[in-house]
């Protein structure tokens, strides 16, 4: 018998084999049958798609923008959205691709920050960053009602807390182990003698706890997990984590390698509480899809200089 699969999730939170087609609908209709870890750079399409618009000026951002109307966020709904009369976003710095930028100095900055300020500025509110070390922690804020809007990664658990939009990026979780190491491929990684080292609370995790069955899975905060990979002497120890923060975490060093494949397709949306009302979920859905459609995101990105994430298309 092979190994588990191993993917991400489709729309209905269930399981996709990065190793297999699938018909993946948060793309463009020629991606069916494509490999879910491997989609277009939609940013780049969305990019083509808006040349010479004009421009408009975005909060501290100038992005380009198309002839569509903004969404108008109803007043009605500012007790909900905003119940203490400012948005307190609930951020997961852990996440290096959607809360860190390359070009600015202030903290907190990135794609998630500029998400939130400009749906604060639709309500005509001030941002609160709440921000936390563990995305555990940025979903128990959300789930008690301490954060009103959030980032993270879809999950079937922790879609029993609250609340997910559509996914709007995509991000690749790969396996980094030691050169030694006899391991070559992620589908090697699920053997006895294994250890799996992952940031506890992640997307991995909760994705790895549920499918892994031979290898031990070992929970460490973010900071630990590379030094107890740096420290293996057996061979039999890898890390997982986000693609670019692997890569990034061994920038300069020697006898480190990334396994081919990946094994995870995180998709990325937004979150409200559990408790919110069906008309805050539709006008969060609403502002997101503009987000992504008016190359909001992509441009984002770009302006952080943020890599190895690919905006999807709203349904």
């Given at each position: 018998m092979g190994p588990p699969s191993i993917g991400g999730f489709n729309e209905n939170l269930t399981p996709i084999d990065c190793d297999k087609p699938y018909p993946v609908r948060f793309g463009h209709a020629s991606n069916l049958g494509r490999d879910p870890c491997r989609l277009p750079k939609w940013s780049k399409v969305i990019r083509d798609a808006h040349s010479g618009q004009g421009l408009a000026s975005v909060g501290?951002?100038?992005?380009?923008?198309?002839?569509l109307l903004p969404v108008t966020i109803t007043p009605l709904l500012?007790?909900?959205?905003?119940?203490?009369?400012?948005?307190?976003?609930?951020?997961?710095?852990?996440?290096?691709?959607l809360a860190h930028s390359n070009t600015e100095a202030a903290k907190p900055a990135g794609v998630t920050i500029d998400l939130s300020r400009e749906l604060a500025r639709r309500l005509g509110v001030a941002v609160e960053f709440l921000e936390w070390d563990a995305p555990g922690?940025?979903?128990?804020?959300?789930a008690d009602g301490a954060g009103d809007v959030g980032y993270l990664a879809v999950d079937p658990k922790r879609a029993q807390e609250v609340?997910?939009?559509?996914?709007?990026?995509q991000i690749e979780a790969c396996y980094l182990a030691k050169q030694e190491s006899a391991l070559t491929h992620q589908s090697q990684v699920d053997?006895?003698?294994?250890?799996?080292?992952?940031?506890?609370?992640?997307?991995?995790?909760?994705?790895?706890t549920r499918h892994l069955q031979h290898?031990?899975?070992?929970?460490?905060?973010?900071?630990?997990?590379?030094p107890a990979l740096r420290e293996d002497r057996t061979g039999r120890r890898?890390?997982?984590?986000?693609?670019?923060?692997?890569?990034?975490?061994?920038?300069?060093?020697?006898?480190?390698?990334?396994?081919?494949?990946?094994?995870?397709?995180?998709?990325?949306?937004?979150?409200l509480p559990s408790k919110s009302s069906a008309a805050a979920r539709s006008a969060i859905r609403a502002f997101l899809a503009e987000m992504i459609s008016t190359g909001f995101i992509a441009e984002s990105l770009e302006r952080h200089q943020i890599s190895g994430a690919t905006v999807l298309s709203a349904p």
């Amino acid at each position: 018998m092979g190994p588990p699969s191993i993917g991400g999730f489709n729309e209905n939170l269930t399981p996709i084999d990065c190793d297999k087609p699938y018909p993946v609908r948060f793309g463009h209709a020629s991606n069916l049958g494509r490999d879910p870890c491997r989609l277009p750079k939609w940013s780049k399409v969305i990019r083509d798609a808006h040349s010479g618009q004009g421009l408009a000026s975005v909060g501290p951002l100038t992005l380009k923008t198309n002839t569509l109307l903004p969404v108008t966020i109803t007043p009605l709904l500012l007790p909900e959205l905003a119940p203490t009369g400012h948005l307190r976003a609930s951020l997961n710095i852990a996440n290096t691709i959607l809360a860190h930028s390359n070009t600015e100095a202030a903290k907190p900055a990135g794609v998630t920050i500029d998400l939130s300020r400009e749906l604060a500025r639709r309500l005509g509110v001030a941002v609160e960053f709440l921000e936390w070390d563990a995305p555990g922690e940025s979903l128990r804020a959300l789930a008690d009602g301490a954060g009103d809007v959030g980032y993270l990664a879809v999950d079937p658990k922790r879609a029993q807390e609250v609340y997910f939009t559509f996914p709007y990026v995509q991000i690749e979780a790969c396996y980094l182990a030691k050169q030694e190491s006899a391991l070559t491929h992620q589908s090697q990684v699920d053997q006895p003698g294994t250890e799996v080292l992952v940031m506890d609370t992640s997307a991995y995790d909760l994705f790895l706890t549920r499918h892994l069955q031979h290898a031990t899975l070992v929970r460490l905060p973010a900071e630990e997990v590379f030094p107890a990979l740096r420290e293996d002497r057996t061979g039999r120890r890898v890390a997982a984590g986000i693609k670019q923060a692997l890569l990034a975490e061994i920038q300069g060093a020697s006898g480190f390698r990334l396994l081919d494949g990946c094994f995870l397709a995180i998709q990325q949306a937004m979150v409200l509480p559990s408790k919110s009302s069906a008309a805050a979920r539709s006008a969060i859905r609403a502002f997101l899809a503009e987000m992504i459609s008016t190359g909001f995101i992509a441009e984002s990105l770009e302006r952080h200089q943020i890599s190895g994430a690919t905006v999807l298309s709203a349904p």
